[in-house]
């Protein structure tokens, strides 16, 4: 009935005995509780706990993390890949859309299961926005799943965005600037190289990102991610060196010869941090207008608080203290205006009515 009334609306179905079985089916996410009635309810649930009091963990820890893991993978891995399928896009521009393609066959296969897998996994698995105990005692950090914040169509395409634009700048420094400048034999960056040095720094900005969305940081996720972008020159290296008739055969040292394409790599770099850092302080401008709310009262006086609850009025914004104070006058007003137009003792007879009389009386 729920489903149908509203066929928008996530619903959520709690039972624990065999009577309850087809709710938790009809419902999108179904949770049993085994116990004294069998377990027929947790057999046909998604999720099964033992005690009713595990469902608050359940939703405001597991429920509201595994929201957003997943929500943040599935607009990673578009990304990720997105990216480095693009600046071949934009390289066609540049060679005239001949076809030529900007990477080595073999080493453009090992992209998602060797450069950017691993820490992925481990990302998923671990990762945790807040403390456990601050995602039970705080239950309004798992409205972002009930307002869909962390995955909609507008989070999906900013993600594209972000990796057009990155397509583009990765290009630039990785193989326009790099050619326009010579190396130390007095050649320019050949095309093999260029194109190499291009793929890495896509490796290297997409595994940056992971590690700026990291917020427990245990030294293990970010050793993988570091792993994960050395073995790139690994798999270079042996790609040179064991396909001696493939296109980039012997050509490590001159992949390592231009200063200027790795002084690139370094400003791409410097560049994310340089954006975290932008968006980090953004955040906390954010939290600080919260906590600290400059509010004016009735007679012109400038307060400041640092957590208080304002209340929209039509010409100004006054005190929750005050509007209290302001209620309970007019309150009293009413009582003493009942009283006498019946000539009762109503203001003392009502509970309210008993507070206001207490209050005046101290």
Known sequence: MIRTRFPKKMTLAVGDGANDVAMILKAHVGVGIAGREGMQAARASDFAIGKFKFLRPLLFVHGREAYRRVAFLVCYNFYKNFLYVIV??????????SGQTLYEPWVYQLYNVCFTGAALFYWGITDFEFEKSKLVLEPLLYRVGLEGRLFNMKVFWGWQLYAFIQAVLLLFVGMVFPQLAAVANGRTFSFWASGHVVYFECVLVVNVVLLRATHNWTGWGELVVVLQVLSYFLFVYADSVLLTSGVIAH???????????????????????????FLDMCAQLGELRKTKIYVCSQEGESLQFDTVKVVEDSLSLVPQRERDEKQKDEETKYYSQFNDETGGDYLSQTAAGRNIVQNDEE
């Open 88 to 97: 071949q896009y934009y390289f066609g521009f540049y060679s005239v859309f």
């Open 251 to 277: 050509f490590f040292d001159e992949f390592l010869s231009s200063c200027t394409a790795w002084l690139g790599c370094l400003f791409v770099f410097g560049l994310l941090l340089a954006e975290k850092a």
